[in-house]
Nanobody
Framework: QVQLVESGGGLVQAGGSLRLSCAVAETMITIKDMGWYRQVPGKSRELVATITRESATNYADPVKGRFTISRDTRKNSVFLQMNNLEPEDTAIYYC????????????WGPGTQVTVSS
């Protein structure tokens, strides 16, 4: 089982910034797409941003222009730079990595809390 290690969550005021990091513990595995998702209590987990191995990116509409996803493919790491944070961004953020043939397998990190105060 692929393990992901996340860091960078915390408490920030509205308008502030945070940077999330996620690394795959195994370095000898080929990771395909990586991404960030978020979840608030009582709601389904939702997409925040994804990035392919070729660094093509995709963002959810609410974060476009404020969040930037990037990756270090050699180190199997993915990052999420979050600027101009809003209270609505408060959630647990989960890192995701896809691997295996055609990216058919999926691994999740344990989640990191992001809280934005108004």
């Amino acid at each position: 089982q692929v393990q992901l290690v996340e860091s960078g969550g915390g408490l920030v005021q509205a308008g502030g910034s945070l940077r999330l990091s996620c690394a795959v513990a195994e370095t000898m595995i080929t990771i395909k797409d990586m991404g960030w998702y978020r979840q608030v209590p009582g709601k389904s987990r939702e997409l925040v941003a994804t990035i392919t191995r070729e660094s093509a990116t995709n963002y959810a509409d609410p974060v476009k222009g404020r969040f930037t996803i990037s990756r270090d493919t050699r180190k199997n790491s993915v990052f999420l730079q979050m600027n101009n944070l809003e209270p609505e961004d408060t959630a647990i953020y989960y890192c995701n990595a896809r691997y295996g043939a055609g990216g058919s397998l999926s691994a999740w990190g344990p989640g990191t809390q992001v809280t934005v105060s108004s």
